[in-house]
């Protein structure tokens, strides 16, 4: 009897080793067939689960006999499941192949590069700020798209009026002059009309913001030496939207806006408009504002006519009116006296037009002709001082794009006016000038293989006052396999000096001398950039882990510096030497389930070459660091936590400032119509005024110095966001 039990129990254990097959795949990427490293397989209801190895091969074991589900992962891709039948017929690996999704690393098509390519497949290193995070961004700020910009590695804002609150953008280190900003590629916030720029647009009709760091001037022209920030309007859907904003401050500051979308047979429309109001605050009661009273009312119109499939034609307006004043509370709020008598006020009104026609030759061949116009009238008040004028200038393009499946071609031409009037307020010189720009262009993006893209282009401008500019550039991507890829590129660049920088900007032109024309040449740059990424599921597919990391230099020949003289005015010279910013960034996401980890590292070693005499350059933070940490629910909960390292400053009175941190907390509750925000920004209450003072002299005639850190410190804003 023992023998037979002994016998039936070997039997059994003999059928159970037989019924447990093993299962053999290759995972590849269904476009390039590169196999997928990290991939995941499992038996769905089972605990038989494995890991593609560095060949994307996949290993599973103990299945059972007869019909079983089998479901394939990968991050970025579509999950795939496949009912086998068991046991197989054949012991070789089976081939599955995956299709990448179109999230928003595959979906998002970039307009600064001018091509229709994802950004995914384009050599140019971008940075899209779009869908949710822009979302996220303008309820911490919706008035304007500081917050949009300064929260990005490598990125920040100068504030370059300690009682107004002006501000200009730096890239990489690089004053705000070398920076160009455009919208939806039309150049609406150069020179004069650039000191306000950034406060007076508001993220609410943008689609998306692009970023390209290094030169962009082979596409664009001068003025994009350190970077170009495109910024992206919504177009209409066939589905209506309607979107109202209504946001306050604890500083008393309010924000009122709406968006109107919709397309229709012929024709489609946009509207945005908006009211936005501050209230003078001097959290330090210093008797300063830091933040000023202003209001503002922007209207953007746009009009969107479908001739055919063939041709469509945009044309709008962007309309913006602001009064702003700052300076002694007192005097703001109608208690002036001899003492309190400092203010600096700005009226300004910027409006523009643009003009876009699109006609398609074929499936793959388009023109593309636009225009715009564009007036900005602005008036800096202060005691015993006036500064005013009027800008108009003209974009005029015409360009060619063919794509197909092997390369992509964009040729064109464009032309640009640049006149500055200036008020005859005093005696002293005036500033206007007037520039005229021709430029040709071609870009050639070429598929090498499935893995390798290389971008090249080419660039001759006129100006008027500066000559002419060769300017080429070239980048190429290499896919290496399915987790890592990289990108090397450079270009050279130039920009036409004018006396809109920073450093007058600071002191509101007081005494600063015309550009002395024949004594002066056109800054010229080169500069490049590499970068390597890698991204890899985690937490077998339930996360994902991406790290990109950019090293960058550029280098300015004869940057010209505003320089004093000895009777007290200040000149644009252009002694021997250079400007160049060197260093590196680490963008780091993690995410698990609704978690989102963001952590951002800025490296920026910013050298100031004059006269064989070596220098820090001033106002750059050589260490930042970006935290953000993001919890959401989809369509009921964000939640968002963050805080910002700024590492000590040199600034331009010979001191150094010193390191701060600032920390925020966000919160929003979503409903399908409508949602509640409120968002706690500052909660350390860090301000320059806590650790540094902000000007020298009297409290009637201050003499500012520079503001590196927040000056309205802890504020709380809150509001709804409705959908309709």
């Known amino acids: 009897m023992k023998k037979l039990t002994v016998l039936f129990i ?81 012991t070789q690996p089976i081939e599955i192949l995956l299709h990448p999704t ?26 899209v700020i779009s869908g949710e995070e822009l979302d996220e961004k303008s309820n911490m700020k919706p008035g304007d798209i500081r917050m949009v910009l300064a929260e990005s590695t490598g990125i920040q ?58 030169s962009s001037s082979t596409l664009y022209g001068g003025g994009a030496i350190a970077g170009l920030v495109n910024l992206v309007s919504k177009t209409p859907t066939d589905e209506r939207q309607l979107s109202f904003l209504l946001n306050g401050t604890s500083a008393r500051g309010l924000d009122a806006s709406m968006f109107y979308a919709q ?11 908006a009211y936005n109001h501050g209230s003078a605050y001097d959290p330090s009661d210093i008797d300063l504002t830091a933040i000023p009273k202003y209001n503002r009312f922007t209207l953007n119109p746009k009009l969107f006519f479908y001739f055919n499939d063939n041709t469509t034609l945009t044309a709008g307006i962007n309309a913006t009116v602001e009064n702003r004043i700052g300076g002694d509370l007192h005097y703001i709020e109608g208690n ?32 593309i002709f636009k225009n715009s116009v564009s007036y900005y009238d602005r008036t800096i008040n202060l005691p015993d001082y006036r500064f005013s004028g ?43 000038y007037a520039n005229n720009t021709i430029g040709a262009f071609i870009q050639n993006t070429w598929n090498v293989s499935n893995t390798f893209t290389l971008e090249s282009g080419i660039r001759g401008d006129y100006h008027n006052q500066y000559g002419f500019v060769f300017l080429p550039r070239v980048s190429g ?29 600071r002191i509101q032109f007081r005494n600063v001398l015309p550009i002395d024309v024949a004594n002066t040449r056109a800054e010229r740059s080169y500069g490049a950039n590499y970068d390597i990424n890698y991204r890899t599921a985690i937490f077998d597919g339930k996360g994902s882990f991406s790290i990109n990391q950019l090293f960058f230099y550029t280098r300015i020949e004869h940057p010209i510096l505003l320089t004093p003289l000895p009777n007290g005015n200040l000149q644009y010279q252009q002694p021997p030497g250079d400007l160049n910013t060197k260093g590196l960034e680490t963008n780091l996401k993690i995410t698990y389930g609704d978690f ?33 940490l993001m919890y959401e629910i989809d369509e009921k909960w964000k939640l968002g936590a963050e805080a910002y390292y700024f590492s000590p400053q040199r600034l331009n009175d010979g001191a150094t400032g010193k390191a701060y941190w600032t920390t925020g907390f966000m919160a929003e509750r979503i409903w399908k119509r409508f949602s509640l925000f409120i968002n706690f920004e500052n909660l350390t209450d860090t301000r320059q005024t806590k650790f540094d003072t902000i000007y020298t002299g009297s409290i009637s005639n201050p003499v500012f110095r520079d503001i590196y850190a927040p000056l309205d410190g802890f504020v709380v804003n809150g509001g709804i966001k409705l959908k309709l």
């Open 390 to 432: 009027e800008q108009t200038s003209t974009y005029t393009e015409a360009n060619y794009i063919r794509n197909s499946e092997k390369s992509d071609w964009v040729l064109g031409i464009n032309f640009l006016t640049d006149n500055f009037n200036e008020n005859r307020n005093s005696t002293f010189p005036l500033r206007s």
């Open 263 to 273: 397309k229709f047979k012929k024709m489609g429309a946009t509207v945005y408009a």
């Open 596 to 628: 989102k980890l963001f952590v951002g590292y800025t490296l920026a070693d910013v050298k100031q070459h004059t006269n064989n005499i070596i220098s820090n350059y001033t106002l750059v933070s050589k260490h930042r660091l970006n935290n953000v």
């Open 477 to 505: 991507l290499w896919k290496i396999n399915s987790h890592f890829s990289t990108r090397l590129g450079g270009g050279l660049g130039y920009k036409g000096p004018n006396v809109f920088t920073e450093d007058a900007e």
């Open 102 to 127: 179109e999230n928003e690393l595959n979906e998002v098509v970039v307009s600064a590069t001018r091509s229709s390519r994802t950004i995914a497949n384009i050599p140019t290193r971008v940075e």
């Open 157 to 214: 804002t100068q504030q370059t009026s300690a009682t107004s609150g002006n501000s200009s953008i730096r890239i990489q280190g690089l004053d705000g002059k070398y920076t160009q900003i455009i919208r939806d590629g039309f150049p609406l916030y150069s020179g004069f009309s650039g000191g306000l720029g950034l406060l007076q647009v508001a993220p609410l009709d943008l689609k998306q913001v692009e970023v390209i760091k290094g």
């Open 336 to 367: 002036g006296d001899a003492l309190h008598s400092y203010f600096e006020e700005n009226k300004t009104g910027r409006y523009s037009t643009q003009a876009e026609l699109v006609h398609k030759l074929d499936n793959n061949t388009k023109l």
């Open 10 to 90: 070997a039997l059994l254990y003999t059928a159970i080793a037989y019924s447990q097959n093993t299962f053999k795949a290759i995972l590849k990427d269904a476009e390039t067939k590169q196999p997928l490293i990290g991939a995941t397989a499992t038996v769905p209801g089972t605990t038989i689960g494995a890991t593609t190895d560095t060949a994307g091969l996949i290993t599973l074991t103990q299945i059972a006999d007869g019909k079983q589900l089998v479901r394939f992962n990968y991050m970025g891709y579509i999950t795939r499941q496949d009912t086998i039948t068991f046991p197989l017929a054949q």
